[in-house]
């Protein structure tokens, strides 16, 4: 016995990871299959590896009759479902879902199952389903999907096949499938908490009747992993929880398989120094790896610096500078690189965040600052111009340049052939603020 949802396209993958967290924290008996097909991509099916969710691949069932730009063009594999054979019984969930209590007593449901739809109630609505796997359910339906008459143009997707296959759906309470619409327009209210007007979006309710939903089915677009402001509703706290913790996991997992080249300018060595080198080797990204740049006139650290690395146990590559020193050959081993100054003091997990930033907003470079003014604040720089804004965000009160691969790779390397020109470069790009401190030296 399993819980089933299917994942048809790449942008759905929050809502798959919500629901596996739903179920889990709900202590759910039932372990989360997740169907997906050939357009899924190796990162997503990375990811859903990384969260411990068993997928398994089946072509994509596509019926070319529906409109392109229909919503309901990619539910149709949700008719795989009913050839998983293999399983006695198993319950769908729509990725769409916010389960409120324990549903695995679904599983002792004995046939075929479906809530009814809004408004026409003689449907049923297929974003839950308990089934009993058969390969003549799954043919049959096939059969439907390649007969059905589109002539009066109501179709749907995969509810209508599944309707019109079953001619009589046994109904399962609304409580299992309890729809909420998020309005795609906003509206202003009144938030209590910050004591001025927010926009978000409203909500509308189908099936008023339903008492004690179990489950909650967000219907149509927006959905609620996908919305760019928050929706009026008594449920919107409860699936922004689960949503921000498999972000932060999943963030997680991005930034870790991200490799980052640090380059340390090292313009002296000192205690002070030394003690900043130490903080910024201690710094917990994995895939790192550390260049420290000497300029030619301080070769003479050479071998202090390289006594000073075996005392930290640290490996970091040497490399001296000429005036025109080359750090071009580096550039090609990283995801993303970084310039230190050691006469900054930054926070202790700069890199993650700066890489966290850069995943997140699809981001040409950022830079960490505090800023002239005593707001914290994190500068990000993209070369899509719709997404060039400054930053304020409390967490972010490290500094330190960091400097990211598209524009290191792209726009600062063309027509560069020296360092110095690259630091230039990218300084310049910038729009810096002031260091959130200066070490003297
Ligand atoms: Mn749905």
Known sequence: ???????????????????????????????????????????????????????????????????????????????????????????????????????????????????????????????????????KTFEGLKKTLEEIDISDNYYFGDQDIINTYFKTIITLDTCYNFMVRISDETKQYYDIEHNSLIEKYGTILFNRNTICPKIVHFIFQPKPFSVDKPFESDYYPLYMKYLRMVRKKKMEYLVAKKSLLIFILVHDLNTSTMDMIENTLKQTHKNKEFILLLEKKNCQFIDDLDSYMD???????????????????????????????????????????????????????CQFSSAYSCKNSFYYYSSNEEIQKVFY?????????LLCDKIYKGSILEGVDNFYQVLNKANSGGMIGEAYYNQPY
């Open 393 to 401: 965000e409390d967490e972010a009160q490290g500094l330190t340049e």
């Open 311 to 365: 005392h930290l146990k640290a490996k970091a590559n040497i490399v001296t500078l000429n005036e025109y020193g080359d750090v071009k050959k580096y550039h090609y081993f990283a995801d993303y690189v970084t310039f230190v100054d050691l006469d900054m003091i930054y926070r202790n997990d700069a890199f993650e965040k700066g890489i966290e930033k850069c995943i997140e907003y699809d981001l040409d470079f």
């Open 1 to 135: 016995m399993r819980y089933v949802c299917v994942l048809s396209s790449n942008d759905y993958l929050d809502g798959v990871l919500v629901l596996n967290e739903n179920l889990k924290q709900l202590n759910s008996q039932y372990p989360l299959l997740c169907l997906i097909n050939e357009t899924i991509t190796n990162e997503v099916r990375d990811i859903l590896t990384y969260f411990g969710i068993e997928y398994k691949e089946l072509p994509a069932i596509r019926f070319y009759s529906s409109p392109e730009e229909s919503n309901w063009k990619n539910t149709f594999d949700k008719i795989n479902v009913f050839s998983l054979t293999e399983y006695d019984k198993v319950v769908y969930l729509d990725s769409d879902l916010l389960i409120l209590e324990n549903i695995d007593s679904l599983f002792e449901k004995k046939i075929f199952t479906m809530a009814p739809d809004y408004p026409d109630m003689k449907h049923g609505n297929s974003g839950v389903m308990i089934i009993t796997p058969s390969q």
